[in-house]
T-cell receptor, first 114, second 111 residues
Framework: DAGVTQSPTHLIKTRGQQVTLRCSPK?????VSWYQQALGQGPQFIFQ???????QRGNFPDRFSGHQFPNYSSELNVNALLLGDSALYLC?????????????FGDGTRLSIL | LAKTTQPISMDSYEGQEVNITCSHN???????ITWYQQFPSQGPRFIIQ???TKVTNEVASLFIPADRKSSTLSLPRVSLSDTAVYYC????????????FGSGTRLSIRP
C-alpha cells in the first residue's frame, strides 16, 4: 500500500518562472493539504483540497494555486517564483470522513530558486 | 487552534528514556494531541496521538493530564536513529481540519 507520493523530488528554477508540483494521496484518502517548509522551520500550511475544491487557505499569496483531480491527486502551482519560495514542499493526505485519523505526509519536493 | 510550546532542543544518550513536554493551554474540547517526527529532507512521520490519559504504541507513549493543557511524549531507550525534530500539534478533526506546526523540538542522541 503506497503512502503519499510526490514528484519531482528535486527541482531547480529561476526567478520569475512557474512551477507545478504533484501529489498522489495515500490509498483511501480523499483530502490533500500542501505545506511549505523553509530550512530550519516547521511546515507552514498553504491550502487544503477536498472534493476538487479549495477548502481552507493559509497566509500565502495568490501566486500559490492548486488543483485536485477526480482521482484525489493534487497539484500545487507557484507563479512568478521568488528567491524566498525556495523550500521543501510537503503534501499530506487523510480521509475526510474518518473522524480522528491523522494526516500522512509525503517526503516532499525540494524546490530551489536561483 | 491552540498554540503549542515545546523546548527548542534536547540532548540525551543512547539507551535513555526521553520525555518531551508540550504545553497547549488553550486546547478545546474536541481537539486531539498529535506528535510527528521528522528527519532531514523527509516529510513528518506520525508517531502517536491521544485525547486524554495515556496512549502507548510500539514506539512511544503519550501522557495527557486531566486538564489536557500539556502533554508528554515519552521515547523509551532511545538510539542514535531517534535523532530528529519532534512536533507537538493540536488537531481539530472537522470538515476543514488543518494542522499548525510550531518550530518543534530538535532531539540529539549521543553515543
Amino acid at each position: 500500500d503506497a503512502g503519499v507520493t510526490q514528484s519531482p523530488t528535486h527541482l531547480i528554477k529561476t526567478r520569475g518562472q512557474q512551477v507545478t508540483l504533484r501529489c498522489s494521496p495515500k490509498s483511501g484518502h480523499d483530502t490533500v493539504s500542501w505545506y511549505q517548509q523553509a530550512l530550519g522551520q516547521g511546515p507552514q500550511f498553504i491550502f487544503q483540497y477536498y472534493e476538487e475544491e479549495e477548502r481552507q487557505r493559509g497566509n500565502f499569496p495568490d501566486r500559490f494555486s492548486g488543483h485536485q483531480f477526480p482521482n484525489y491527486s493534487s497539484e500545487l502551482n507557484v507563479n512568478a517564483l521568488l528567491l524566498g519560495d525556495s523550500a521543501l514542499y510537503l503534501c499530506a493526505s487523510r480521509q475526510q470522513g474518518n473522524s480522528n485519523q491523522p494526516q500522512h505526509f509525503g517526503d516532499g519536493t525540494r524546490l530551489s530558486i536561483l | 487552534l491552540a498554540k503549542t510550546t515545546q523546548p527548542i532542543s534536547m540532548d540525551s544518550y543512547e539507551g535513555q528514556e526521553v520525555n518531551i513536554t508540550c504545553s497547549h493551554n488553550n486546547i478545546a474540547t474536541n481537539d486531539y494531541i498529535t506528535w510527528y517526527q521528522q528527519f532531514p529532507s523527509q516529510g513528518p512521520r506520525f508517531i502517536i496521538q491521544g485525547y486524554k490519559t495515556k496512549v502507548t504504541n510500539e514506539v512511544a507513549s503519550l501522557f495527557i493530564p486531566a486538564d489536557r493543557k500539556s502533554s508528554t511524549l515519552s521515547l523509551p531507550r532511545v538510539s542514535l536513529s531517534d535523532t530528529a525534530v519532534y512536533y507537538c500539534l493540536v488537531v481539530r478533526y472537522s470538515s476543514a481540519s488543518k494542522i499548525i506546526f510550531g518550530s518543534g523540538t530538535r532531539l540529539s542522541i549521543r553515543p
